[in-house]
């Protein structure tokens, strides 16, 4: 059996009676137990998946309605909440909370009779772009395992990659599903801000943070957007996209299209392999009929330290929270008084997390707010300025998804501002909340490449049918087994 079918071939051979939900399910477990002591790529699996896979069977057998999703092992990152599981964020500090409600998306999804197989690894509290800062261990990069998957969705990548699930749901604040899909060869898509609703997210930085899929194809995404978009009453943020159908149409192909190639994305710093695979894409694009042009966008310079000052401060107040008294870990109150307590409790996050929030406590403070907090907000306005001129002249913006390829472990984890640089194609779509997407390009030398398409917000659909279009111009290696 094939267990790197897409989502859609699952569904038609689930439908076609070719396969059975239990048999692929079995399969996708067996999968999980040869391969994951060497990626891992989850922190929890889901006990009761042969089960529930049984039933969905009954179900199929017996001609009652089926929802879309027929029984797809669908994995969840470890930061979002799935009912009576586990829900660490990859952290010391909530090594024992058990979520008490299903997050909005994760509820759409088994409506659909989608089986959640497992809960992946990601950096702690989705702060990183490597998985190295997970308190579990890092996930390991398929194609090589000397070599990080990305971050922090590392883990949802990693288990799509390696046929360990059919999808996956991450989360993206500043490339967390974009990068780890870039380095792993997986569609990874970043929506436009409040396309998806955000309830039962941990939040990090909820002004610029959004759920998004990680496939192996740009239908598969089409078609968990169909699912999972929308306005939802939970979470106020999220816009109505009149039930949107992003698959349909999804070939349409991008002749007439005018795509910008951003200037600070594709020189300094990029990788000679990572530019020539820019190259062919722009040359492939050009051969279905798109229009490029160069653009250039002065406040992506900035965008990075914007970002990092941003989402520092959110993750401050965020996560604040965690005093272990109402959640946390297991650590007697005996011989503290309040604030000592707590503060011996917080010891518990790991180092990078433990940065943010102390950096998150100074950015936006008094007599430090204006040289900080409030001049990345000045850059976060005026790049988004920026970006919406731009989107008047062309329709999307191109770059590679990350400038440079993988990176092996503890290359860059005693450097931040390495580690952050990674980061300075990704961040410019979450922070003027446009829909971005990475799709598997190339693997060169056998480390994978992703390319970027970026579009204004609310033009998903245009998006994904671009991407779709890119994507048929390459044939990919399946990863090694
Ligand atoms: N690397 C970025 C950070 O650490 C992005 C993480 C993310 O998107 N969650 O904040």
């Given amino acids: 059996m094939n267990l790197g079918i897409s989502a859609l071939k699952y569904i038609e051979e689930v439908k076609n009676g070719n396969l059975t939900v239990e048999e692929f399910i079995s399969k996708t477990i067996e999968r999980i137990q040869k391969v994951d002591s060497a990626l891992h790529a989850y922190l929890s699996i889901n006990e009761q998946a042969i089960d529930q896979a049984r039933q969905i069977d009954k179900k199929i057998k017996s001609n009652e309605n089926v929802g879309s999703c027929m029984g797809m092992p669908i994995s969840i990152k470890d930061n979002m909440c799935v009912k009576?599981?586990?829900?660490?964020?990859?952290?010391?500090?909530?090594?024992?909370?058990?979520?008490?409600?299903?997050?909005?998306?994760?509820?759409?999804?088994?409506?659909?009779?989608?089986?959640?197989?497992?809960?992946?690894?990601?950096?702690?509290?989705?702060?990183?772009?490597?998985?190295?800062f997970s308190a579990y261990g890092p996930s390991k990069?398929?194609?090589?395992?000397?070599?990080?998957?990305?971050?922090?969705?590392?883990?949802?990548?990693?288990?799509?990659?390696a046929n360990e699930s059919i999808a996956s749901l991450g989360s993206d604040t500043g490339g967390s599903v974009r990068n780890p899909a870039s380095f792993c060869s997986v569609v990874g898509y970043k929506p436009t801000y409040g396309l998806i609703s955000r309830y039962g997210l941990i939040s990090y930085s909820n002004s610029i943070e959004q759920i998004g899929p990680i496939t192996k194809t740009v239908e598969d995404t089409a078609f968990l957007l169909n699912m999972i978009a929308g306005k939802d009453s939970q979470d106020n943020t999220t816009v109505d996209n009149q039930n949107e159908d992003y698959l349909q149409g999804i070939d349409s192909g991008v002749e007439g299209k005018k795509i910008g190639i951003i200037k600070e994305m594709t020189q300094e710093g990029v990788d000679a392999q990572v530019s020539s695979a820019l190259t062919k894409a722009i040359s492939n694009l050009e051969s279905l009929g798109a229009k490029f042009e160069e653009i250039s966008l002065d406040m992506v310079e900035y965008s990075v330290a914007a970002y990092y000052t941003i989402t520092a401060t959110e993750a401050g107040s965020n996560l604040a929270r965690y005093d272990n008294l109402r959640y946390g870990y297991d650590f007697d109150l005996e011989g503290y008084e309040f604030n000592s307590y707590i503060s011996k409790a917080r010891k518990n996050f790991g180092p990078e997390v433990t940065r943010r929030m102390i950096l998150g406590g100074f950015v936006p403070s008094a007599g430090h707010a204006g040289k900080y907090f409030l001049k990345a907000m000045k850059v976060k306005s005026k790049l988004t300025a920026e970006v919406n001129d731009a989107l008047k002249k062309v329709d999307m913006l191109i770059s590679p998804t990350v400038p440079i390829l993988p990176f092996k472990f503890g290359e860059k984890i005693d450097d931040p501002v390495a580690l952050f640089l990674v980061d300075s194609n990704t961040v410019t779509a979450n922070l003027t909340e446009k829909p971005a997407i990475s799709i598997p390009f190339e693997i060169s030398n056998g480390l994978p490449i992703g390319i970027q398409l970026m579009a204004n917000s609310m033009q998903d659909k245009m998006l994904l049918q671009a991407a779709y279009a890119l994507q048929t111009t390459v044939k990919l290696p399946e990863v090694p087994a």
């Fill in 141 to 161: 990069n398929p194609w090589n395992i000397d070599y990080v998957p990305g971050g922090s969705s590392g883990g949802s990548a990693v288990a799509v990659s």
């Fill in 84 to 132: 009576g599981t586990k829900t660490t964020c990859a952290s010391k500090m909530l090594e024992n909370f058990v979520a008490p409600y299903d997050a909005t998306v994760v509820s759409k999804l088994k409506n659909e009779d989608a089986i959640i197989i497992g809960k992946t690894n990601l950096d702690e509290f989705a702060m990183g772009l490597s998985t190295e």
